[in-house]
């Protein structure tokens, strides 16, 4: 079941494009973007929230608005509990139908969770290399498997969890040499909208 968005912010058929009132593209699918942290997918997904009309949902934020911080929950309730409130927000976001998701990095642990976003979206892997990773998440209290961490906990997680980085995409697209802008560009054309954006794309950038 497929609801309206407003509760989260307080089948998938590809390629149609449903056209508002007033001009504004709209796809009839949600826009997932996943990967390792720190590889700019909330920065991404609010341009593409900007520039499309469509709800940027980021379930990290979701999370935070309900249970506070992400990394006091961890340190506090374990992993294993932050876990499954994330896989309810996940599902609760894949029925928010359209809308831009992005998801925290170890969303993709859990099989359902990818799942349930893959039925009303289009998956978009957010890669780079551990050293541009490092580089904008080093110093970050935000990161619970990251505190105090350094580029050898960022390869052993990257490595743990590539191969499931991959089996979910149906696209990739390395985040290294781009500007957020550049991404968001990149990610709306890999899902077949650039073309249909026009010139009613906005310009405000959000920044990692």
């Not at 007033?22 to 920065?43: E, R």
């Not at 993709?108 to 990773?133: C, F, H, Q, W, Y």
């Not at 960022?154 to 089996?167: S, T, W």
């Amino acid at each position: 079941m497929r609801v309206r968005c407003g509760k989260l912010l307080s089948g998938r058929d590809g390629t149609e494009i449903r056209i508002e009132r007033g001009g504004s593209v709209k796809p009839s699918f949600n826009i997932v973007l996943y990967g390792m942290m720190g590889v700019g997918k909330s920065a991404v997904a609010a341009i593409i929230s900007a520039r499309t009309g469509l709800p940027a949902v980021d379930t990290d934020a979701v999370f935070e608005a309900r249970f506070g911080s992400v990394s006091d929950y961890f340190a506090a309730c374990g992993e294993p509990s932050f876990r499954a409130k994330e896989k309810a927000i996940v599902a609760e976001a894949a029925r928010c139908v359209p809308s831009v998701i992005s998801v925290g990095g170890g969303a993709v642990l859990d099989p359902d969770n990818m799942r349930a976003l893959k039925a009303t979206g289009k998956a978009v892997l957010l890669t780079a290399s551990p050293e541009t990773i490092y580089r904008r998440v080093c110093g970050s209290d935000s990161r619970p498997l990251l505190k105090g961490g350094s580029m050898t906990d960022i390869v052993k997680i990257l490595n743990r969890r590539r191969a499931l980085y991959e089996r979910y995409a149906d696209c990739v697209i390395a985040t290294d040499a781009l500007t957020p802008e550049a991404c968001a560009e990149a990610v709306l054309g890999a899902v077949g909208l650039g073309a249909n954006l026009g010139d009613d794309r906005g310009t405000d950038a959000a920044h990692t």
